[in-house]
């Protein structure tokens, strides 16, 4: 009997130990997140396993924190376990508590780590503490710094485009066009910001005798102002004769809101774009969705400044399901046209993003009225495309992509020289331009993280009966609730007295 219960135990301890090295390699978890926040993308799968060199991340987190903040730092550590799992080793981690001792805490300095101040309530009062929540991967020598990880953000993407920065050999390189009055680098700084942390940005010039460089694969042609020549727009085809892809950023609006008045601007580029497939209209956008400006006014001798809507500068936040738009919520495009498919047997045409369910189309020229007051009677019309994508071959035989977003301006953060009127831009309109770049340029899949990292949830708009509906919903229903909970316990005690009368009187 005991030599059976040896055997059996025997067995228990090795099934276990058997299940224990069997589940290193292969394991199951349920990712109910809305976003997969802790499911690895194919995309970091296949970085971890064409890791050369091993990586190390080491995390300069506080402890102790307040739990909504604690758990981004069990968030962190459970994606790091799966970072080690899947690179087999290759990624190994180690936290950090800088709080504990002031060596650590000047190594997290050191290393780019700041600390930030957050609340946290002790004994009923609330107290400002410090706290490290930041990163640090390294490769050899090298080293990228994450310094702050936002609270309920995904963390997968940055770590894996440090890893990915760390790791790339030759980034490749896009080229921004110059000579027809575009931006330069400094003029979007923000999306140059980005974009190099993948590639290289070179501006560029072509002529008649000066064609793309070999060694661009995308070229950036962002709201050109003057004209392009016949032997310019020869280079361009020939560029995508060859297999070179195109983001285009422009539209036929040549506004000017200081004399408040829009014309069409004509360079010959949309054109070309017309045989391509894409037709840009000689229009400007309306939308009932729309962003703001300000506009001074005079009362009674005194100049005041008032912010008023301004149909011309659309909010987009109806977007096709596609790699350049997933996760997109609201991109403003000022001064958009909008976009028509040219039939063409050897090309494929998607729509990326359009105008909302009331927006409308105007003639070029327009005048703004600023004093306006608009109607629901001036939106009659509904997705309006302002943003496509066209794939096929473009008189060669390689294949090529051409995005067109039509509205120039939705990615300058400056014009011309002046930086003194700097602004910063909404971070859906960096989104949409960089996704558009790896859409055409890289193949790693990393463009699906950038996406599922977004962060940006503005409120849905819900039209005057839906907000009227919940106001009365929420101040009439809980008193129906009280009123019925009260007239149940009313019949319940009624009830009971009948039925004790009756069997008082039985």
Request: aromatic content about 8%; charged content about 20%; glycine content about 6%.
């Amino acid at each position: 009997m005991k030599n059976k219960w040896s055997i059996s135990i025997i067995l228990v301890v090795a099934i276990i130990l058997l299940a224990n090295l069997i589940s290193q390699d292969f394991f199951l978890r349920i990712d109910f997140s809305e976003d997969k926040n802790y499911t690895l993308s194919k995309a970091t799968k296949n970085l971890l396993k064409e890791l050369k060199e091993p990586v190390t991340v080491i995390a300069y987190f506080s402890e102790n924190l307040p739990p909504n903040v604690a758990q981004s730092r069990k968030d962190l550590k459970d994606l790091l376990v799966e970072y080690n799992t899947r690179s087999k080793g290759m990624v190994v981690y180690e936290f950090v508590n800088p709080n504990e001792n002031e060596e650590k805490e000047q190594e997290a300095v050191q290393a780019g780590i700041n600390p930030v101040l957050i609340d946290v309530r002790e004994k009923d009062q609330m107290k400002q503490q410090k706290a490290y929540m930041g990163v640090v991967v390294s490769m050899g020598e090298r080293k990228e710094v994450i310094p702050f990880i936002q609270p309920g953000t995904a963390i997968e993407y940055e770590l894996s485009k440090a890893i990915k920065k760390l790791s790339i050999v030759d980034k490749p390189t896009i080229g921004l066009l110059q000579g027809h009055g575009e931006p330069s680098i400094n003029n979007i700084i923000q999306a140059y910001n980005e974009l190099t942390v993948l590639y290289n940005v070179e501006p560029i010039n072509i002529s008649d005798t000066i064609s793309v460089p070999e060694r661009i694969k995308t070229l950036l042609i962002v709201q050109p102002k003057d004209s392009f020549k016949t032997g310019e727009l020869n280079q361009l085809d020939a560029f995508l004769a060859r297999g070179g892809n195109l983001l285009i950023a422009t539209s036929r609006v040549n506004a000017n809101l200081q004399n408040a008045y829009s014309t069409t601007l004509n360079t010959g580029l949309e054109n070309w774009l017309r045989k391509k497939g894409i037709f840009i209209k000689d229009d400007i956008l309306t939308d009932v969705a729309c962003s703001q400006i300000q506009v001074v006014q005079n009362l009674g001798g005194f100049q005041m400044i008032r912010q008023v809507q301004f149909p011309y500068i659309p909010v987009i936040k109806n977007f096709a399901k596609h790699p350049v738009t997933g996760g997109l919520e609201a991109v403003i495009l000022p001064f958009a046209s909008s976009i028509e498919f040219v039939s063409h047997d050897s090309l494929q045409f998607f729509p990326l993003a359009f105008t909302s369910e009331k927006s409308s189309s105007e003639t070029l020229p327009v005048y703004f009225d600023l004093q306006r007051q608009w109607t629901q009677n001036d939106f009659r019309q509904k997705n309006l495309v302002v943003a496509a994508a066209v794939e096929g071959k473009f008189g060669g035989q390689a294949k090529s992509k051409i995005i067109c977003i039509a509205s120039g301006d939705f990615i300058l953060n400056s014009r011309g020289n002046d930086r003194s009127q700097q602004q910063t831009l909404a971070p859906d309109n960096v989104n949409m331009f960089v996704n558009s770049v790896d859409w055409l340029t890289d193949e790693t899949g990393l463009i699906s993280l950038r996406t599922k990292a977004i962060t940006s949830r503005p409120l849905k708009e819900v039209s005057e009966v839906t907000k009227g509906f919940v106001k009365w919903a929420n101040f009439l229903v809980p008193i129906l609730l009280v009123i019925g909970y009260g007239f149940f316990r009313f019949q319940l005690n009624r009830n009971i007295r009948i039925k004790r009368m009756e069997e008082n009187y039985g």
